[in-house]
């Protein structure tokens, strides 16, 4: 993701896997809300879960945040690695092709 692109109040998805085949997607949306810098000084990149963006609207708004609102501060290199819907799109459906060619793999537990 280019951070130059990012849209305030636009929702961005963070993609990770279960697995070492990336056959076991997980998506996590987040609600890009602005550039800033923390109070050391670092510049990075706010964004909020979505679940308590549309239960109580943006946490950087009103004076005390609602305690179910996550928040994270993103550094320009995780951002980066955030996808917007069409690039999740794809990124799933390769996915589900991997886990058919290698017959749906099973997690295992670490004995």
Do not use: W
Request: charged fraction near 20%.
């Amino acid at each position: 993701m280019d951070t130059s692109a990012l849209v305030n109040g636009r929702t961005y998805y963070r993609l990770t896997f279960a697995d070492p085949d990336r056959t076991m997607p997980a998506v996590e949306p987040l609600v890009f809300l602005k550039q800033a810098i923390d109070d050391g000084g670092t510049s990075g990149f706010v964004f909020q879960d979505t679940l308590s963006f549309v239960l109580h609207g943006s946490g950087l708004e009103g004076e005390e945040q609602h305690e179910d609102i996550t928040m994270y501060f993103m550094d320009e290199e995780t951002v980066r690695s955030l996808c917007g819907v069409e690039e999740l799109a794809l990124a799933i459906t390769e996915a589900a092709q991997r886990a058919v060619s290698l017959n749906f793999p099973s997690l295992t537990h670490p004995a």
